[in-house]
């Protein structure tokens, strides 16, 4: 229900009871003063859709190309030959994709959270993003660690550990792309406390950042990506993944903010494009997942105003469905949670009986292999009652009489 309607509906009511002279400075003093109005709107934000089945796609992609990597060797199947182009992909979507799908996972939380309390919210998010990433690992998951265990000959070292232990260490190794729900159910219930402490005041201040001060923030993004970066599993990047959520949260969450960034997509892409382009020549071959390659000035610059960019230019262009951008956005969640196992498991039995495939066929093969592997994964774990609790974090559908 739009505020207009809501506030005619007021209206109507006060004029039964007062004249329609007090009932005009009473409607004008709730739309004046009632900052919290923006949760009666329940228009959906159809280009934040738009951008997180398209970047899951993105990192579907990026996961192809990854098994094959002549960069980071852990866990892959391995390059091709010593210089691989197609792996300049790496290095032009890894600074932002991640960091883009938390940002926008901060403005969703405010959207959900205009319209529910904080219990709901809370058992909400721990159904969805915890139990997925934790009970989720134990009773489906592992079947992902025992692939990507055998595609890095890490059972030869295991061969005297008891059964029970070896399942642990399966269970851990399929985390997988689960590391993203982790760190957001985190982020959200941190978002909690910070809410108490602030009661909307940071929010509402938000609402008035200018656009230069937006594209000045990435100094923060830059001294965020120093700080709170787990050792040897480097995607845990609590610092900037961090700015990203919260600035999503307390600046991008209003429209009126993004509307303004809209205008200037143009220049945002030019810059990130720029920055894009050098640092993946200029670093092209040096592991991008760690420092300093990483973290430094240019890819902190290249994530930003690639953020920048798309909210910008989707939120212009990018707001609006069709049948196919409405079956990938209600799909997205379901490909992102199980791509990887049967990409992972096609690449390793193609290592095993057709190794001697050309490039093109193994991306071809493995690359359809996720999309429609993860598909009817998601189509067959979502029916089965208990397991698609654990694995999805889907409740039981109530039916409608």
Not at 8 to 13: A, G, H, P, S
Request: hydrophobic share 50%.
């Amino acid at each position: 229900m739009h505020n207009a309607t809501i506030f005619n509906k007021i209206q109507q009511k006060m004029l039964r009871g007062v004249g329609r002279k007090t009932t005009f400075f009473m409607v004008k003093y709730v739309k004046n003063n009632c900052k919290d109005v923006k949760s009666m709107d329940n228009t959906r934000r159809i280009y934040l859709d738009n951008i997180r089945w398209i970047t899951v796609c993105i990192v579907v992609i990026y996961h192809v190309i990854y098994m094959y990597n002549g960069v980071q060797m852990f866990g892959v199947i391995g390059p091709f030959k010593e210089q691989q182009l197609q792996d300049a992909f790496q290095y032009l979507v890894y600074p932002w994709m991640m960091a883009l799908l938390y940002t926008v996972s901060g403005m969703t939380v405010r959207y959900y959270l205009e319209k529910h309390n904080l219990k709901e919210f809370i058992r909400d998010k721990t159904r969805k993003l915890l139990v997925p990433s934790t009970v989720g690992l134990f009773v489906f998951q592992w079947i992902l660690g025992y692939y990507n265990m055998k595609i890095s000959g890490a059972f030869e070292s295991f061969e005297s550990v008891p059964g029970i232990v070896r399942y642990v260490i399966m269970a851990i190794s399929g985390i997988g792309v689960l590391w993203y729900v982790q760190v957001l159910w985190i982020f959200s219930m941190l978002l909690l406390l910070v809410r108490k402490i602030e009661r909307d005041r940071i929010w509402k201040k938000g609402e008035k950042t200018p656009v230069w001060l937006l594209a000045l923030l990435t100094v923060f993004v830059y001294g965020f990506s120093q700080v709170l970066n787990t050792p040897v599993v480097t995607v845990y990047r609590f610092g900037i993944y961090g700015f990203c959520f919260f600035t999503g949260y307390f600046i991008f969450s209003h429209d009126e903010v993004v509307e303004r960034l809209s205008k200037w997509w143009v220049i945002f892409l030019i810059v990130a494009g720029i920055t894009g382009i050098f640092y993946t020549i200029y670093y092209f071959g040096e592991n991008y997942a760690v420092e300093p390659v990483l973290n430094n000035l240019s890819a902190c610059i290249y994530c930003w105003f690639s953020i920048l960019a798309i909210l910008a230019f989707m939120k212009k262009y990018g707001n609006s469905e069709n049948k196919a951008s409405r079956w990938m956005s209600k799909k997205s969640w379901g490909i992102y949670v199980f791509h990887y196992l049967p990409l992972a498991c096609v690449a390793y039995y193609l290592r095993c009986f057709a190794s001697e495939l050309p490039a093109g066929i193994v991306y071809i093969v493995v690359g359809i292999s996720a999309f429609a592997g993860a598909l009817l994964l998601y189509e067959i774990i979502s029916r089965i009652p208990i397991i698609r609790w654990c694995v999805l974090g889907l409740k039981k559908e109530k039916k409608h009489v």
